[in-house]
């Protein structure tokens, strides 16, 4: 009895453990935003309302007269401004350390699990790379990202075929344990060659993806089984790049494809047909020109704000002229023709280190046909579902995270100044 006893007091002292931590982080003061034309997302906007923000978390939201302003709040006069969820962009390589120094690990290839062989002479890859473990924060490109309205990011590695597992933080100051929310995030892959080795082409990129899935297949296989039967059993060797790839394929984490072009699309699709992966595809700024195979796929994607016509493309090959039009007309249409197809998206910085230029992007968006309120679910809740982080983002609602941000005018005007960002109910003024 004495036992059971211990046993029932253990989700209460991990309650009071959780607790504790929490309060030794600095906890930020309550505010109450009040009239503000608040813009939920999730719902109709409420033309002057008052959000009330408290421990980080929003607490309540809605008309004037319906919600009370707590005692200990601080009031922040919102008339004129308008209040929206901070946005999110679903994959991002900023904030990074510059790995280009390190030497890069060397994976194995269709190793003999059973017998703990290691074949060597594969590409440089790096399955097991965590984007928080080379975070670091600077606080120009934080202040760039929000003034541009961005509260959130997925960082991911940058280097490679594999090329390791993405992090999402909120930009709330430069403590990366403190930025975290959630980690891994995914793992991503490129389309690229290695230079100077294999694999030196795009088929040969593709055979070592296949391979390197084929063998963690192998390798998770060995494991169950030895699990199950140690006894009389020659233990598995252990392989961190194998390893690292388990999650993504058996337990089917999501894996994030970049595509650089259409026929970067087309090669994703069909690794993750034969691996049947929880994936998404990234980049894309060239999906429109396929968009009856995405939309057969129903595969999320995340969309650049880059309008950069790929190495490879028509639009560079036949001259200047040409890739600046493709620039300035073609590629931003992108967003707007998949919309007009019924494509679900999430719109990206991905490729974009300023602040600035990313909101120029999305108006250029616009102009080519993208509907504001499409534009903004692409930045919130939508990227906020792709992530697996809906019941926390996206949107104003009680008991989501407090990332909130006030402008003089309509978000995505060409005029309209952001004033004041929360970040986890951390206040940024401008």
Known sequence: MRIRHHLYLFPLIAALFCLSLT???DVSPTYAIRNAKIVPVSGPAIEKGILIIRNGLIEAVGPVD???IPEDAEIIEAEGLIAYPGLISAHTNVLLDDPASRPAETPPGAPDVLAGGNVQGQPASSADLMAFKILKPKKATLDGLLRAGITTVLIAPNRGIIQGQSVVVDLNGENPSLMVVKNPAALHINFTTNRGGYPSSLMGTIAYLRQSFLDTEHYAA????YAKNPKGMKRPGYDPFLEALVPYLKDK???VFQCNNLEDVKRALKIIDEFKLNALLSHANEAWRDAAILK???IPLLVTLDFRPPSGSMYIAQGEDLRKKAEAEIYPANASNLAKDGIK???TSFGLSDGSVFLKNVQAAIKAGL???EALKALTIQPALYLGLSAQLGSLEPGKIANVILTRGELF?????VEKVFVDGILWKF
């Open 253 to 255: 984490k999501p894996v």
């Open 222 to 225: 060995c494991l169950a089984l």
């Open 66 to 68: 319906k919600v009370k």
């Open 413 to 417: 005007d060409d005029k309209t100044q």
């Open 345 to 347: 998206f999430a719109l």
């Open 296 to 298: 057969k796929a129903a």
């Open 371 to 373: 509907p504001k309120e």
């Open 23 to 25: 309060a030794t982080a």
